[in-house]
Every structure is written in C-alpha cells, then in structure tokens.
C-alpha cells in the first residue's frame, strides 16, 4: 500500500492500526547561528564569526559534506555553495518586501527530491476553547486557502488528543508530535509542506520540510528545561553520552526588521524576574518622540494618540511599566530610555512623555522616585539634546510624585510640564507635539484636588459567620454548565435575598482574598467603610504559607482583626456566605489554587490578578468554570468595582480617586474594558461626564480573558440599574465583533459608547507586541481600525478619537437625561475617608514626638547605617575589631545592631537589666534565621536535592526558605553586606559548596521575584556552615555537632549583646527617659470593636506579656489564650475551636507575617526576611 493511500483516507477513522507505519528519517537540521554578532561589529570581526559558525555546523553535522542540501531560498546545492550563499548574507540587511531586516541564523537541511503531490500541510492552532488540527492533501507555498481547503479536527481543551485516530487516519508518528504541542506550550504550529515518500522495501517516510511555530513564552516557568533540552546539542545533532545536557535557555527573536537590541533585551530580562511588568520595544532609534508610559492600555492610547496626530514615524519606541515596580526597577528602566533618547541629538530638539492613567496600585511616588533619579543621572545628556518633558499620571500618592517631578523641573534646567487626574490622560500628547493647548480634548475636565482630611467615623455592624453543615465541594451534578457568566447565580447567604444571576456583586457579597495582600484588603475594607456597606466585603484571607492566624485591619479608623486560613477548604467552611475569591496567587501558582477554588459550590466569582499566566492553563480554567458556573475574571486584571456594593482587590486607586471618581455611589454608565489601568481612567471620565459609574469589570489584557465582554455587557443589559453600557476594547482577538452582532440582533438594546485602542498598530512597520498580551492583531480583522469601523456599522456609539470618547458619553448619557430614562439623583455628601498616618507624614501634614530616640543605628534606608556609616563601608574600610577581618567578626559586626525599633532595643533600661532583657528577647522570631537558614540549606545539600529540587519540595510543602529574600534588596538592587561576605569567603576560604548551593538556589528564587535574594541570614548561615566544615580545623562530626548545638546563635547573641550596651550608653548620653510605649500606638481592641468590625463574636482580647500557653476550662465556656502580646478570652465554644489552632499553629512564617502584616504601607508583605536581627 502507498502511502498516498493511507493519507487520502483521512481524517476516517480506522479502527484497526493500518499494517504499514510510516517511517522518519533521522532529523538532519544544521544550524548557523550568529545572533552573537551585531552588524556595527567590525566587518573582520564578523567575518570570522561567519567562518567559526560554518566549522561549527560543519563539524556537528558530517552529513553536510556529502548530501545536496537545502534552505527555503536555496535549492539543491552542495555545502561549498551554501556557504557561500551564507558568507553573502550572514550578518547583513536584506529586505523581504517593505521591510530590511539582519539575517543571523540559517537552516541546512538535505535536499528531498519529490513529486508535488506528496505534498502536505498540517497545522496545529489554539482557540479558546480548545486546539484545532488542520490537515490538507496539498503543501508547499502555493497551497492557498488552506481555511477553505482543510479537514479539520476539534479537540476540546478538557480532552485528551484523540491519538489513536489520528495516528491511524492520518500519520502512524503523530503521538509524539502532538502530544509535543501540548507539553512544550506551543500556541500555533504548522508543518509545510510535509513531503510522504516511498521507500523501496519499507516503510513510506515522512518528513518536515518547513515548520513554523509559536511557544507560549509565560510557560517558561513550566516547559523552559523541555524547550533548553530540545536546543541542547545532545538533542540537536543525537551526541551521546550527553542526554541530560541542558541547552541554552529559548531565546524569543525580535521580528523581522527589529532586531532585538541589548536594551530590549535588558528590559525584557527585567521584566522576567518581576510580577510587575516592563516593556520595551524600539520603533525608530532617531525619532524625536519618545515614551516612558504606565500601563500596558494606556500605553497603547498614548501611541494612539501620538499617531493620530502624524507622528508615528516620529515615535522612537513602545513600552509601558506597569503592576507596582519597585523604585529601583524604574529607575533601571528609566535610564534605559533616557540612555537610548540622549545618544543623536536631533536639530529640532526632543519630546519625553511621562503618561499613564489613574493607577490602581502602583505607587507614583515611589515609580516616580526611580524616575527622577534617572532624570537626575541624565541631566547634562537631556540638556545638550534639548529634551522637553510632559508628565501627566495619577494613582497612589500621585500629589507626592507630581510635586517632586515639579520640584525636579525648576532645578534641573530642563523644562518638565507636570499634569494630575484633572488632566485628558492624553492631553499632554498635542501639547508636547506643539498641536494644542492641555485640556483642549477632555470634555469635563479640569483641576479638581482633592483634599485629603482625617476625619472620625461610625461604628458597623457584625457579620455572622457561621458554620457549614453540607459537603462544601461542588460535585459533578451540582452545576450544570452554563456559559461563562452564570444564570442565575444563588443569592449570598449573608443576604438573606436572591441576588440575581446578573448581578455578581451586591452590597452583601462577601469574598474571600487568597494571597498575603493585606493593602488590597484593606482597600477593599475602606471602599466598603465610605461605601456604608453594613458588613465588610473580605470574610478571610488564605495564605498557604505558615499557619492559621489573625491580621490587623482598620475600619474606619479603628483596628480590627481578620481571619488568614493556611487553606482555602477552612476558610470556606467557616464563611460559607463568602461566594467570591480574589486570587493573587502567581501566575505560577494560579491555575492550581483556581482549580481548588472551582470545586467549592459556594463560590461563584473568581478573579485572577496575576500577569503572565500560561494560555493552556487559562483555557482550561475557563472551561472548568463554565462548567461549575463560575465568573472568572481575569487572568491579568485589577478586577472590577461596583460603586456602593463591592470592589475587587486594589481595583479604583487609593480612596481620595475612589472619592473622585464618585465611585462610593452608582451612577448609571456599566463599562467592560481589557485594561486595569484604563478601567480607573475610565472611571473619571465616566465621572466627569455622566451620572457616574454604575459598574466596571476590567475582564483583563491577555488573548483568553476568562470572562469576555459580551458575557459583561449581556449582565449588564439584564441589570435595571445600568442604562447605558461601556466597551473599550483593544487591537487583537475578535470578541467585539460579538458585541456589534448582539446589538445588530437586539440582543443588546441599552446604548452603547465604545472605543477600540490600537489604531496606531498599522501605522507600525514591524509587528508591535502591546503591553498586554491579547494586544496583537493576527489578522486585518482583529485590528482595531476594522473593531471600530465594525462597531459604529451596528449602530454602537464610536467616536473618532479616543480623545473624543468623554464628549460622545456626555452627549449620549444627555440624550438619556432628556429622555428621561436617566433621572439624575442628588448627589449625597461626599465621605470623610481616615488617611493613613504614614502617607499624612509623608505628605507632610502630621508630626509626633519620638518615643525612642537613636544616634548609634539607622536600619530605614537602604543600608544599615552605624553611627551614620553604611555598614558596606565599615567592612571596604576594615574598621573592625582589632581592625582584623574574620567571618566571625564580620558576624559580630553585622549582628550587633539593627536599628532601636527591634524589640530587643527597647529594653534598654540600665546597663545589666537592658543587656540581659534584651538577651531574653532573642528566639524564634528574633535572631533565630541565621541558624535556621544554615540547618535548610545544609540540609537540602547533604540529601543530595538539586537547588530547584529544593525550591520545589519547600513549596510544595508551602514553606518559605529561610534566608532567602528581601524587602528593598534585588537582584538589580544587591545587598552589599552579602556582596562583602560573600567575596570574603570566596578569597578566603578552602571551599563554599553550601554558599555556591545557595547562590543556585537564588538563582532559581529570583527568577520568580528579583527580590527572593540570599539575605544577610541565609549568607551567613551558610557561610558559617561551610566555615566550619572546610576551614579544616574541625572534623566533620565536629563541624555537625559546633552547628547543631547553636554556635551560630551564640555569635549573634554576642554581636547583638555590643548592640544592646551600645543602646543603653546611647540612651544615657542622650539623658532619655524611661522608655514608655505611646498609647496612640496601641490597638486597645475593645470587645465592641472586633465584634463591629468583623463579627468574631465574643471575643475578648487583653493584653498581657506572658509566654504563649493555653490554660482554661472548656466546660465553663471561657478560654485564656495567653500570647506574647495578648491574653484573649473567648467565651464561646465554637470561636474557641476556630481560634484555638490560631494561636498554636503559629510558626515562624506566621509569627513574621503578623509582624509584617501590620505595616499597611508596604506594597506587598511577603515574607522576606530583612536582614538580622530582624523581628
Ligand atoms: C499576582 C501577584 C500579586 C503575585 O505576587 P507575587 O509576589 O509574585 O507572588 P507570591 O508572593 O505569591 O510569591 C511568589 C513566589 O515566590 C515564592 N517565595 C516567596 N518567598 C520565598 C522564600 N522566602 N523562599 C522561597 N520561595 C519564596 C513563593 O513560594 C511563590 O512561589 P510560586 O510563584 O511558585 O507560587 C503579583 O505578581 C502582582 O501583583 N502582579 C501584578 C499583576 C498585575 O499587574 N495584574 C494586572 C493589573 S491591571
């Protein structure tokens, strides 16, 4: 049988294996790889590199020799010839079409003579709903309309490939490249042509004469050792011996005509290691208009903009930040673009647009810091190239960051132009471009600061968690499915009435927060409290991470305590009203805790925060949703809000826009857009043009949101409440193509206002991949100019610009008022909103005596400063004891202090009592790291576990290794303490296998956070270990039992003893006081307060100081649960039973994340050890 008959049975499904399986000649694939090698190298240079990659190639592929070979644009030739070819082209512009770009890799392969029709074309392509494989009898590049021509085949994203039918209707081998296709997270796959040969006496072979791919690049976390491997030269040319050998990690090319340059590569490397998200992409290296925006929408409307008014070809570069960055990342990224703007100078000057929209979370401070620090580094370069700069953003602490960007631009002699929320995000745009005056496009807009004034509130009223009696698990008849948004979804509990199907959030929802994010919380808690929301939105928390335990909260402007479950199975049972979960779990981490949180029957809504989940998992998230009913919101989302009722996370900002935006009552305008960033801007227009905002989901930027925006704008023509609906769509994906079909079928019939962002994608000459990962025309209709032109043709409201979007609302929402069908409501008075001390301090506007006063040690900053020098200094200098350098001393330099906040500190009375009382602070949570990072990372060592062994075994256990992380300290940012020592060691020490084992161990940590570095704690523990194994002064058993017994802690008890005399002279000097703890400092939590803030029933809490121990009688229903700090009394057995494991389960990561947990400031309190001696 040949095998053209095998394949024009295709796709029939035979039930018997056919008798001939088809065969595959060994893979012969030379690669001339120069991506090394710049085109302004030398051209001796490259010549070389030219000469060495062809040896290369030659000598790991003999067969070039003696075979006719072939490329897609070289035929048939022998290698001399190739080469040839190659010397001609390697490393120089060639144009295909419009667009020149560098060749720098070249594949060889043997020359395959064959007949036309043995041609064939495969393709393997991914939908949201499942892959989709596509198989034609022709192949080649003349094969046409393959989507007319091809069979196809539907595998749903829930089944497994159907590989028996396929391997016997279509290639007896197809198993391994299919399931291929899956495992190493490929998006898209196409083999053409794929030639089928007789071979006398055997089996037909197959073989891949051209294959293009794409590999989903957020799976690298999950396929990136599979794709190395796949690139090692093991696997390319079959050398053996070496198949465990790991090839270079998968490097993503730039596209053809941008070639990637080593500052994209910087960014992109940056971005890698950070949850927050950074971008860059260099359009045009000597254009005069350059960006530096946050937000990966608004990034794309600032672009919009630029081009719309004819400066497209003038625009340098595309790039957001975006997702809270730290101060440092920005200032490397920032440096980046003033380093690429400031090289060519242009005779017209140059334009930097510092935009960005109303942030939901990110700090304009703190981002603006970074940025101002670059300015500041670059101020010479930004003169002499007669740089302008327009600034326009808001968000948290935005007036901070304005006002230090406007101080910068009176000293810094370049002129700075400085904008807020009562600003057009893009209003800066024509201004910089000499086009306009600010404020000339946003209808309604105008300055409006708000003040921010401390103000007392009222009381609230508990809420009653109760118990759950059923098998909270969603079995599998429980939930038919349903599309995505569900209809109708049960009523809360807690609220005693239905809440219909459309109405996902009412004022009653409860939800619970997975993930230690105690600011989004408390956000969430402050909506509510302005919002007079009668019960506080967030039931728990869930931190997989350590154990059960209690955090402090504010609402209003007391302090109330909320529950943090260790799993997500205890804290559904105990707030079974609780039917919404926001998840900021990683994007790593995500798809398993969203699974769990599917089987729950009680939750109903989902929302994902995290960027950069992998597409599979996101499509197979989507279907189990759909089929437990569930609203999934997200992946790559702020979330949503709804004004009066409820808000997701950190969604809206910090409460002075919350107030703003008028988002503490409903207005009437429902909107639906991709962006978390855009949504808050579209909050204030919304605002400023209409009645307000009566609910907004930001469905999230990545290709397969969980929820799309029909599902969104369906609800909200269902909801009485909403009249006139919002859709800001984006180039890529065709889901607005379905909101234009529904409301051509009546299906949608409340007025529509939309806008589609990306119109300035085609006026790109290469591809441009946006800040979000759906933003990606991969069709003429996916752009934007097509979504919009198809939009206003069904009759939707769509302006011409997104500039005039405000007008067109105003006018639309007008035309509703006239109607009647909106009658405006009078407006209620505007809520006092409590402002957080730190923030009032850093606005300047509070001041309060010091209780504790210190002038031998400053742990705020950066470096740990003694008597005003970094410690860094102490060490470059020697100034040690005796001047004499060892890793003890180091030791005892490095734990003699750490600032006059930590507890032991404080007991500095006379000089025996503050010595001694402060020795009686060291344990567990005080010093305790140092021996417990060297036990963790000796121990992993000795068993012999690979570093990524041991990253993997502690999170599945869900523990946080000892000793690794940072809360300022990065990668980018390193710990010069660790630097020192570590240099130290190396110099000087015989061998540091646990230092290099917990180096690899940081390398694998930090690419998951830059800042999961070896701390000052884990470098010494493991120092210390290796110190005493290998400085051949002990034995090993010795070296064992010295750091079983505590010698570790014996040195910190020693440099921490200097420390403490240090405070009591330091204090005695000082002529201070006793030391007295101010009471504005004391949560005094009254029974009335927990139980108002959040319904815990009866208990009582004391404070008292005693070790934790648990004495009491049960029978009479009273409990004393006696802890450092606290004694609480519960008179209730059923608290008792939930509170008890609280209090006993605490371990030490718990014990650090109540502590962190407190300082509302922070961005985000994972558990990141501060260095030693830290509480
Ligand atoms: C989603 C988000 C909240 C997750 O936060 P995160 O800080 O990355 O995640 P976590 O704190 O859970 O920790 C990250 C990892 O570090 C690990 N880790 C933390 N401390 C550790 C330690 N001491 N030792 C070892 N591992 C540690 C955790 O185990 C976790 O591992 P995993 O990812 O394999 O689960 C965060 O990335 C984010 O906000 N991103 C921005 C999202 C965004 O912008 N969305 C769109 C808005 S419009």
């Known amino acids: 049988m040949s095998a053209k008959a095998y394949l024009l049975e295709a796709p029939t499904v035979a039930t018997t294996k056919p008798p001939v399986a088809f065969t595959q000649p060994a893979a012969r694939l030379a690669q001339v790889n120069l991506s090394h090698v710049n085109v302004s190298d030398s051209a001796e240079h490259i010549a070389d590199a030219v000469e060495a990659a062809l040896a290369r190639a030659e000598s ?12 897609l644009l ?70 046409g309309d393959v989507d007319a021509k091809a069979l196809r085949l539907a595998i749903p994203i829930d089944q497994q490939l159907p590989v028996d039918r396929i391997s016997q209707a279509l290639l007896a081998d197809i198993k391994s490249e299919t399931q291929l296709y899956v495992d190493l997270n490929f998006t898209y796959l196409e083999i053409n042509p794929l030639v089928v040969l007789e071979v006398e006496g055997s089996a037909p072979q197959v073989i891949y004469l051209d294959l293009a791919a794409k590999l989903d ?91 719309a008014l004819g400066f497209a070809h003038e625009l340098a570069n595309y790039g957001e930040y975006s997702g809270a960055p730290s101060e440092t990342q920005t200032y490397e990224y920032a440096k980046t673009i003033l380093d690429l703007m400031t090289r060519t100078p242009h005779p017209d000057g140059k334009v930097l647009i510092i935009g960005g929209g109303i942030a939901n979370f990110t700090n304009v401070a703190t981002t603006f810091k970074g940025i101002i620090r670059a300015l500041k580094e670059y101020k010479q370069a930004l003169i002499a190239n007669n740089v302008r700069v327009f600034v326009r953003r808001a968000g948290p602490n935005w007036q901070e960051g304005l006002r230090a960007m406007r101080e910068l631009g009176e000293t810094l002699g370049v002129e700075i132009r400085v904008y807020g929320p009562e600003t057009h995000i893009t ?44 098998d909270p698990l969603r079995s599998a008849t429980s939930a038919a499915p349903t599309p995505a948004v569900p209809q109708p979804a049960p009523a809360p509990v807690a609220s005693g009435e239905a809440a219909p199907w459309y109405s996902p959030f009412t004022a009653n929802t409860r ?68 039917d919404v979960v926001v998840n900021f779990a990683s994007c790593r981490s995500v798809f398993e805790s969203t699974k ?139 889901e607005e193509y379905k909101v234009a079909e529904a409301v051509r079928n009546k299906k949608i019939t409340k007025p529509v206002v939309a806008w589609c962002i990306g119109t ?153 009592s503050s010595l001694c009382s402060g020795l009686l602070t060291i344990g567990d949570r005080f010093g305790g790291a140092l021996d417990g990072a060297a036990d963790l990372f000796s121990g992993a ?22 000793g690794i992380g940072h809360k300022i300290k990065s990668r980018t940012n390193p710990d010069l303490r660790v630097t020192i020592i570590t240099e130290f060691a190396r110099k000087n020490f015989p061998a540091t296998p646990t230092l290099d084992y917990a180096l690899a161990v940081e390398s694998i940590t930090t690419a998951k956070k830059d800042n999961l570095i070896l701390n000052v704690d884990g470098a010494i523990g493991v120092l210390f270990v290796d110190l005493l194994r290998h400085s051949g002064a002990f034995s090993r058993e010795e070296a064992e039992e010295y750091a079983r017994i505590g010698t570790l802690n014996g040195l910190f008890v020693l440099g921490r003893s200097i420390g403490f005399i240090g405070h009591y002279l330091d204090q005695k000097r000082l002529k201070q006081g006793l030391y007295r703890h101010p009471w504005d400092d004391i949560s005094y939590l009254n029974p009335a307060a927990v139980q108002g803030g959040m319904g815990w029933g009866t208990i009582r809490l004391f404070f008292a100081t005693c070790e934790l121990e648990l004495f009491g009688s049960a029978r009479m229903g009273v409990l004393f649960l006696a802890s450092e700090r606290e004694t609480i009394i519960v008179n209730d057995l059923e608290t008792i039973s939930s509170y008890v494991p609280f209090m006993s389960l605490q371990n030490d990561n718990t014990k650090n994340l109540i502590h962190e947990g407190s300082r509302r400031d922070e961005e985000n309190a994972s558990n990141c050890g501060e260095g030693v001696g830290d509480e």
């Open 760 to 912: 300035c994608a085609g006026m790109f000459e290469t591809e441009v991949q946006f800040g979000h990962a759906g933003a990606l025309a991969n069709s003429d209709s996916e752009t934007a100019e097509a979504k919009n032109a198809a939009m206003r043709a069904a009759g939707i409201h769509v302006p011409d610009t997104f500039e005039a979007l405000p007008a067109l609302l105003n006018q639309v929402y007008s035309e509703l008022v006239q109607q009647a069908i909106i009658v405006p409501k009078p407006e209620p008075e505007a809520p006092k909103i409590p402002i957080d001390y730190a923030w009032a301090q850093e606005l300047g506007l509070v001041r309060k005596p010091a209780s504790f006063v210190s002038t031998i040690c400053d742990d705020r900053g950066q470096e740990l400063l003694y008597a005003g020098m970094r410690i860094s200094d102490v060490f470059k200098e020697d100034i040690g004891i005796g001047g004499v350098l060892s890793l003890p001393v180091m030791v005892l330099m490095l734990t003699a202090d750490h600032g006059p906040a930590v507890s032991g500190a404080h007991n500095t009375i006379d000089l025996i």
């Open 60 to 71: 790991l592929n003999p067969w070039l020799l003696t075979c006719k070979l072939s490329g």
């Open 511 to 578: 939800a619970i927060v997975y993930g230690m994010q105690p600011r989004a919380v408390q956000g969430m808690l402050d909506f509510d409290f302005i919002c007079k929301r009668k019960v506080p939105s967030v039931a728990c928390m869930v931190y997989p991470f350590g154990g059960n335990h209690v955090q402090k909260f504010y609402w209003g402007t007391q302090e109330t305590l909320l529950p943090v479950f260790a799993s997500l199975k205890e804290a559904v049972k105990r707030f079974p009203d609780a």
């Open 941 to 962: 060592y000795d068993k012999g576990l690979t570093p990524r062994e041991f990253v993997d075994s502690m999170r599945k256990q869900n523990k946080l290794i000892l």
């Open 217 to 307: 690049q957020t799976a690298e976390f999950e396929s990136g050792d599979k794709w190395a491997r796949a690139r090692s030269d093991a696997t390319l040319y079959g050398l053996s011996g070496k198949a465990a050998e790991v090839g270079p990690a998968m490097e993503f090319p730039a596209p053809f005509g941008r070639e990637l340059s080593k500052e994209e590569a910087y960014v992109a490397e940056l971005d890698a290691k950070t949850g927050a998200s950074l971008k860059l992409t260099i359009l045009n290296k000597n254009g005069r208009v350059w960006t530096m925006v946050a937000g990966g929408g608004a990034s794309v409307v600032y672009s919009d903009a630029i081009a």
């Open 596 to 734: 769990e949180m599917l089987q729950y029957q009680q939750i109903r809504t989902v929302a994902i925060i995290a960027e950069g989940v992998p597409e599979r998992h996101t499509r197979k998230l989507i279907d189990l949703s759909q089929k437990a009913g569930v609203t999934l919101i997200g992946p790559a989302t702020v979330g949503g809000i709804k004004p009066g009722c409820f808000k997701i996370g950190n969604t809206g900002g910090m409460m002075d826009n919350i107030a703003s935006s008028k988002l503490y009552r409903p207005g009437s305008v429902a909107y639906v857009s991709k962006s978390g960033g855009m949504s808050n801007e579209l909050n204030n227009i919304v605002a400023r043009t209409t009645d307000g905002v009566y609910e907004g989901v930001a469905i999230g930027g990545d290709r397969y949101p969980g929820t799309t925006f029909l599902d969104h704008m369906l609800r909200y023509e269902a909801d009485p409440g909403c009249k006139m609906l919002l859709l800001l769509g984006e180039v890529g994906g065709v």
């Open 427 to 470: 209003a800066i745009v024509p201004l910089a471009l000499g086009k306009a005056s600010a404020g000339a496009t946003g209808a309604g807009f105008k300055d409006q600061l708000v003040k921010q004034i401390p103000d007392s509130v009222a009381g609230s009223t508990p809420g009653t968690p109760g118990q759950m009696d059923v």
């Open 74 to 143: 070289l035929l048939n030739a022998d290698w001399a010839s190739v080469k040839e070819w190659i010397r001609e082209r390697a490393v120089k512009e060639v144009s295909v079409g419009s667009i020149s770009g560098v060749l720098k890799t070249f594949l060889v392969e043997p020359f395959v003579p064959h007949p036309q029709d043995v041609e064939y074309y495969v393709c393997i392509q991914s939908h949201r709903e499942g892959d989709e494989i596509l198989f034609t009898h022709e192949g080649g590049i003349d094969i």
